[in-house]
């Protein structure tokens, strides 16, 4: 993965980071997702790794449930989604 589409992965993990849920659930799902972000970036290959499906899942679980609050967070969710198809993975 190239430093463009890790950037664009870093910028989301600094969105989910402005985001403050009252919600318990939504804040737990938030931490996943930066967890999950966290360790993607931070490897060598992602692409080899088998933490893929694990990301995919924790990003189409955050759409799913900001959609209707978070439309902002939302839209920078499906751009990651984007650049990972983007990258073939």
Do not use: C, Y
Request: glycine share 4%.
């Amino acid at each position: 993965m190239d430093d463009k589409n890790k950037g664009t992965l870093k910028s989301l993990r600094h969105k989910l980071s402005e985001v403050t849920p009252a919600n318990p659930k939504v804040k737990a799902q938030i931490e996943l997702l930066n967890n999950e972000l966290d360790q993607f970036v931070s490897m060598p290959n992602p692409e080899d790794s088998g933490s893929i499906p694990a990301l995919q899942i924790a990003l189409q679980n955050a759409i799913e449930s900001f959609e209707d609050h978070h439309p902002d967070l939302t839209e920078a969710i499906r751009i990651a989604i984007n650049t990972l198809v983007n990258a073939g993975i």
